[in-house]
Antibody, heavy 120, light 110 residues
């Protein structure tokens, strides 16, 4: 059973960089048609797909976040990461990591989520 | 910019049937949009219900079904139960490697 776990600071100051890591256990991060995904949920709102990255490092993301977003994969640690720069209060959200199973085009495994608050 | 649409809320009686939809502000949803549906209760992680339009995820009761209705994706709950009271999220493939969630539908069973 694949499990994902987000980690990172729960509080980030405005204009700084939000950095999160997702550790994958119970399976390899290397796989064809598997995309390692970040999704967020603003308080009381719906889900927002941020982007995903393959194990080989090929990313795709929301155009509105592209200028601030960096995603990476560390296959040796079975982890993938997100960095979002120049954050504002609008980036306050629960951030989920998830696995996108490309053969059937859906998010089949999710982390429990981590609340990140942007505030001074 | 094309936006994914969902009804804000629905109310259904226990044992009743409700159909939620997932559309686009411009254009039609098709199987090539690969619609999937996720159920979420407050404070919990989303749970996969339906993927690739109409494939039920493992362990999901058969009272949940997915389809394309007209130009939208649809999630139907037949014989609603109290524990179906949740938020329901759809997501669509927009092309160019980009996925977009709808705003979610809150379903109340009463």
């Amino acid at each position: 059973q694949v499990q994902l776990q987000e980690s990172g600071p729960g509080l980030v100051q405005p204009s700084q960089t939000l950095s999160l890591t997702c550790t994958v256990s119970g399976g390899s991060i290397i796989g064809n048609e598997i995309y390692w995904t970040w999704i967020r949920q603003h308080p009381g709102k719906g889900l927002e797909w941020i982007g995903y990255i393959s194990h080989s490092g090929r990313p795709s993301c929301l155009p509105s976040l592209k200028s601030r977003l960096t995603m990476s994969v560390d296959t040796s640690q079975n982890q993938f990461s997100l960095r979002l720069s120049s954050v504002t209060a609008a980036d306050t959200a629960v951030y989920y990591c998830a696995r996108h199973y490309g053969d059937y085009h859906y998010f089949d495994y999710w982390g429990q989520g981590i609340l990140v608050t942007v505030s001074s | 910019q094309t936006v994914v649409t969902q009804e804000p809320s629905f109310s259904v009686s226990p044992g009743g049937t409700v159909t939620l939809t997932c559309g686009l502000t411009s254009g039609s949803v098709s199987t090539n949009s690969y619609p999937s549906w996720y159920q979420q209760t407050p404070g919990q992680t989303p749970r996969t219900l339906i993927y690739s339009t109409n494939i039920r995820s493992s362990g999901v009761p058969d009272r949940f079904s997915g389809s394309i209705l007209g130009n939208k994706a649809a999630l139907t709950i037949t014989g609603a139960q109290a524990d179906d009271e949740s938020d329901y999220h759809c997501v669509l493939y927009m092309g160019n490697g980009v996925w977009v969630f709808g705003p979610g539908t809150k379903v109340t069973v009463l």
